[in-house]
C-alpha cells in the first residue's frame, strides 16, 4: 500500500487543534470549475471562478497565517490540475508522517505526484497511499485517534489498511452523506473537548458517539453550504473562519475562541475553506 521515501523529523502533527507552525498551500492560479464533483460547484458551475479574486483572497490567507507567526509554504500550481488549491485533500500529517492520499475524481488525479516531487525535494517523511482511493479531507485527527470518513472518496479497505500503518492510533470509520464531499465539511474538531458539527449529514448513532467524546456545535445548513464547518484551527483557540457566516462565528467566540476573518467567498465556490487549503506539516 505504501512505502517510505525518505526517513525524516521534519513533519509532525498529533491534532487539528495544536499550534500550527508550518503548513502548506497552493496559489489558485489555474483554478476553475471543469467537471462537477460536489453538490457547491453545481451551484457555481456556470458562474465559475474569478482567479484573480481567488487569488487575492488566497493570498490574504496566506499574509493573515503569517502575521500569526505561521510558516507556510507554497507548492507550484499545475496548470491541468484546476483543484490543487485544496492541498488538505492530497495528503494529511499523522505523528511525524505526512501520508500522500490516492485521490478519486479523475479530474485530480496527478496532484498526488506534484505533492510527492515536492514533498521529496524537501526532505519531508512520508508514505504514498496506493491501490485504494483516499482523500485528506475524510481524515480528521485527535492525539491517538483518527475519524476518517467512508465515501466514494474514501473506501473501507483504505480505511482498513490505514489502521494497518497506524497501530498506535485508533482509526474510527464515520459514515455521513457523501453529498457533502469530505468528513471536515460536516465535522471539525476544534479543540480537545469541543467540535462543529452539521447533524444533518451524519445518523443518530454516529451523532451520538461523537456527543460522548465532544461538545458539538451546531451548524445550520445555510452557514455549512458556506463551509461554516470546514475552519482552520493554528492553536491557542484561534481559528480562521469566514465573516459570511456570523452564527459560526457568534458560537465560537461565546465559547472563548478568537475568530480570524478572511473573506473566502470565491474559492468556496469550488467546494472547500481554510481547512480544505492547508495541509499542515508541523504542529506542537
Known amino acids: 500500500m505504501s512505502s517510505t521515501i525518505k526517513e525524516s523529523l521534519s513533519a509532525h502533527s498529533q491534532s487539528e487543534y495544536d499550534p500550527l507552525q508550518r503548513v502548506l498551500l497552493c496559489p489558485p492560479r489555474f483554478m476553475e470549475i471543469k467537471d462537477v464533483i460536489n453538490d457547491v460547484q453545481k451551484r457555481y458551475k456556470d458562474e465559475n471562478i474569478d482567479v484573480n479574486k481567488a487569488l487575492h483572497q488566497h493570498n490574504e490567507f496566506v499574509q493573515a497565517l503569517i502575521g500569526q507567526g505561521v510558516q507556510t509554504d507554497l507548492i507550484e500550481p499545475a496548470e491541468n490540475y484546476p483543484e490543487q488549491v485544496f492541498t488538505r485533500d492530497i495528503g494529511f500529517t499523522i505523528g511525524e508522517t505526512v501520508f500522500i492520499s490516492e485521490m478519486a475524481s479523475k479530474i485530480r488525479q496527478g496532484e498526488e505526484q506534484e505533492l510527492q516531487k515536492w514533498m521529496k525535494t524537501r526532505d519531508v517523511n512520508f508514505k504514498r497511499l496506493t491501490g485504494h482511493r483516499i482523500e485528506g479531507g475524510d481524515v480528521i485527527i485527535d492525539q491517538d485517534t483518527v475519524f476518517v470518513g467512508i465515501s466514494s472518496r474514501t473506501s473501507k479497505k483504505a480505511i482498513h489498511q490505514l489502521q494497518a500503518e497506524l497501530p498506535n492510533f485508533e482509526v474510527v470509520p464515520i459514515s455521513f452523506n457523501e453529498k457533502y464531499l469530505h468528513l471536515d465539511c460536516v465535522f471539525n474538531i476544534l479543540s480537545p473537548t ?27 445548513e445555510k452557514e455549512q453550504f458556506a463551509l461554516g464547518t470546514n475552519v482552520l484551527s ?51
Open 234 to 284: 493554528i492553536g491557542n483557540r484561534k481559528v480562521f473562519s469566514q465573516p459570511q457566516n456570523a452564527q459560526v462565528n457568534k458560537q465560537l467566540t461565546a465559547r472563548g475562541f478568537h475568530i480570524i476573518e478572511v473573506d473566502y467567498s470565491e474559492i468556496i465556490k469550488s467546494g472547500g475553506a481554510f481547512r480544505c487549503c492547508t495541509l499542515p506539516l508541523i504542529r506542537s
Open 194 to 220: 469541543e467540535a462543529l458539527i452539521f447533524p444533518d449529514a451524519l445518523d443518530a448513532a454516529t451523532i451520538r458517539m461523537l456527543a460522548e467524546r465532544y461538545t458539538l456545535i451546531r451548524v445550520n
